[in-house]
């Protein structure tokens, strides 16, 4: 077998060397594949299964919850500024006193300057008026609380 082997083998190079030449190159390696069938035995032999030791089970831990109330913010006092209360009053002012003035007319078609009486003018004033003054009042905030849920051990783990 190993004669025809060879001798194949030297056959694939001749011809590889011939091809390779002709095209202008030159062939530097050459193989061929071989199928080799695969050998098999009969072997005896320990051979572990399964290694050694112990098996050990684990129970999981076991949580619950409680509800709880906590206190989320403590009493806080502040203090806010209430506004003034106002009120508008009007009042009636004297503008002008009147009395006795000197005017320009015109009297059958000439100019004559004439003393005449004027009324006294009066006008409506607009006053604002506090009737309460502004104050800071004193707000108490109580303390604010929250159901909060917390998470409790009810069983440790176990090993058996």
């Not at 091809?19 to 062939?27: D, E, V």
């Amino acid at each position: 077998m190993i004669r025809k082997s060879s001798a194949s083998l030297a056959a694939v190079a001749m011809l590889a060397s011939v091809s390779g030449t002709a095209a202008g190159g030159r062939a530097l390696e050459c193989y061929e594949p071989i199928h080799r069938p695969a050998l098999y035995d009969t072997v005896y032999e320990d051979v572990m299964l399964s290694p050694g030791g112990q098996v050990v089970d684990y129970d999981a831990p076991i949580y619950g919850t409680y509800q709880g109330v906590e206190q989320i913010a403590p009493p806080r006092v502040t203090y806010e500024t209430v506004p003034a209360v106002t009120r508008t009053v009007y009042h009636t002012v004297k503008v002008d006193d009147g009395g006795y003035a000197w005017e320009w007319r015109v009297i059958h078609g000439r100019k004559v300057l004439c003393k005449v009486w004027r009324k006294a003018r009066y006008a409506r004033v607009a006053e604002t008026v506090v009737v309460q003054p502004e104050r800071v009042r004193r707000v108490v905030l109580p303390a604010e609380y929250e159901a909060v849920a917390h998470e409790v051990l009810v069983r440790p783990q176990q090993v058996r």
